[in-house]
Structures are given as structure tokens and as C-alpha cells.
């Protein structure tokens, strides 16, 4: 990667309403995993760089849900002016948003992907990213899913789900890194 | 579900160069998942229920690769007269291919998913599936994948990162039934 390349930074649903780790499956995996990426907003910003936020509004209820407090972004990842802002009502934040033709329009081929939560809108955003041709990458550290009930009814671990999310997403629709591999490819 | 409804059957990448285990990761779980697509095929043909076959013409090269015998579906769900077949050449059936004009054309808002792979090719178009607003349902036994190789080096058993896949998708984009199951809600 060149900063060259104008790599976009997608921060996904990185809301408050997050929070609610009871609500979400009662544990969450890489709970620094804001921290991170609000590391690499740091640098995106120092350099100038395009920088993204998506924001989920989907329905039904949830503790993300519009006009409610859980809905606003987190501190640590506040937008600041000219930063642009989609708001998706589903998982991929290439559905029901104008993203992938602003994409193509500012000419961004490549797109590094952080947020919440690997098992829902990282994936899904991922997969289509990786499908319609974006250079795409995860950051490992910087994005965390929650505990996974399956078909079953067996509840698998944050750590589990997010590490074999990322072993379907790897070498088919995206490259995995950690935050420190990516700064130091830039 | 009721008949009434019109649930289209996807067969997705049922193809013979899937039979190349090797190279798709050494191991696979549910190796009867393709004579399971076929008793629901046959259920569908018997009811005059729409089926659609999804055919994968990926690059780069692989063993389903056009032009050569691997891209061919297997036998056992060999399209017939009438059938519409949608070639892809990315995970995603919906990327690339007019599925979902067909879809809306026919008014069918409800898919049932079968085939290859749970990690890939279903997972990319359940999610999509269920994101666009279909009603959608992937069978468990007639749905596969491979051994994973995850971020880490380790190899994830075919079997652990089919059950995760359908855990993540249950409720938010699918929901999960096998087959018998699905032949009894019909």
C-alpha cells in the first residue's frame, strides 16, 4: 500500500449503542478494538487521507437505533467537518447508501475497514467491497465481534467467531492485518 | 412458508470442480449436501415451484473455471428446460448478474439457498439476499464448506466453520432450517 493509493478508512458503526455488550450476546471480543481504531483515524487524518464514517439506522428496534442516544457515534471516533457520513439501514453499507458510486467518483480503489462488528456489517461490507473490486482490508485489532449463539442454541466465543469471520473473509474478498502491520505499510 | 408464496430454490456453484477437495482446503463437511440440493430440486419440480441455478465462472483459474469440465454442474442437479441459470464471476450472486431484477420481475421475495460454499458463495449471497429485504432460508444439510485456513496458520475444521457461518447469519440475514424440516413446512 502508498498513501499514494488514497486507501479510504470505513469506519462502521462505531455507535454508542455498542455498548450494550448484555443486549449483544453478553461478551464481546478485542475490547481495545476502539482504541485502535481511532490510532489509525489519528493517522488518517495527520496524512490527510479519506476518511468515512458509516453509521447503522437499521430497523427493528435496537440499542442503535435513530433519535436515541445509543444511535450517536462514539467520542473517541466523532466525525469532524468534512468528513463524510453514510447512514445504512441494513449491514452493508454498500446497500440503500450512495458509498460505492461516492467511491468511485473520488476514484478510491482501496478501502481499509474498521468497526463492529466483524460477525455482521464488517462481513457483510467486506464481502461486496471484495466483490466489486475494492482492494479491501480488515484491521484484526481494530474491529470485535460478540458471543454467537448457533443453530444449535451453543453459545460460541467473541474470539472464535470473529477469528473464523476473518478466515472466510482472507484471501477471498480481503486482506488481514493488524493496526500495527497497516502503519507500517503506509 | 406456504407453497402459495413461490419461494424461489437457488442452487448455487453446484459445480464438479468442487469435487476437487485438495484444493479447496483437504476436507469438507457434509458430503451428502449435493444429494440433499437434489431430493429439494426434485420437490421443487414436483410442485412447479421456481429453481434457478447460479453457475460460478470465477478468475482467477480454479477448478471452476469456464471452458473446462469443473465448470459443468453435476449431475445430480443438472439444470433442465425452463431452469434460468445466472453466471457469476464473484461470490456474490446477486454482483454482476441480473438475479435481482429476475427476482423482482417474477414478484418472488422469498430463497431458498443450497450448494457451495457456506463460507463463500452462500454466505456472500444470503447476506445480500437478506439486506435487499428477501425472505431468505439456507438448509444446513444441503449447504457445505471447506477446511479454513485462518490468520493465524491454523486449519479450521470444514465442520466448525460451517456451523459459525450459519451462527452469524441466523436471525439477521437467514433463517436456518435443514432439509427435512423445510420439505415439512412446505
Known amino acids: 500500500m502508498k498513501i499514494g ?3 479510504a478508512l470505513l469506519l462502521i458503526d462505531i455507535q ?9 450476546g453478553g461478551h464481546r471480543n478485542n475490547p481495545k478494538a476502539e482504541e485502535q481504531a481511532a490510532k489509525i483515524l489519528s493517522y488518517w487524518r495527520a ?5 468515512i464514517h458509516i453509521k447503522h439506522n437499521g430497523t427493528p428496534p435496537s440499542p442503535l437505533s435513530k433519535d436515541t442516544p445509543g444511535n450517536d457515534f462514539m467520542e473517541i471516533v466523532q466525525p469532524i467537518k468534512g468528513e463524510p457520513i453514510f447512514e445504512k439501514e441494513v449491514n452493508s453499507a454498500f446497500i440503500g447508501t450512495d458509498l ?10 482501496r478501502l481499509v475497514l474498521v468497526g463492529l462488528t466483524t460477525a455482521h456489517c464488517i462481513s457483510s461490507t ?5 466483490n466489486f473490486g475494492y482492494d479491501t482490508y480488515i484491521i484484526s ?12 442454541g451453543q453459545a460460541y466465543e467473541a474470539a472464535l467467531v470473529h477469528t ?17 502491520s497497516l502503519l507500517d505499510l503506509l
Do not use: S, W
Open 5 to 7: 493509493d488514497q486507501p
Open 16 to 24: 454508542k449503542g455498542m455498548n450494550n455488550t448484555e443486549y449483544y
Open 47 to 51: 496524512h490527510q487521507l479519506p476518511v
Open 100 to 109: 460505492d458510486a461516492f467511491l468511485k467518483k473520488k476514484g478510491i480503489m
Open 126 to 130: 467486506a464481502r461486496m467491497a471484495g
Open 141 to 152: 485489532d481494530a474491529t470485535a465481534t460478540f458471543n454467537t449463539l448457533g443453530i444449535d
Open 164 to 180: 473464523i469471520c476473518l478466515a472466510t473473509l482472507r484471501n477471498e474478498f480481503a486482506t488481514i492485518l493488524d493496526t500495527e
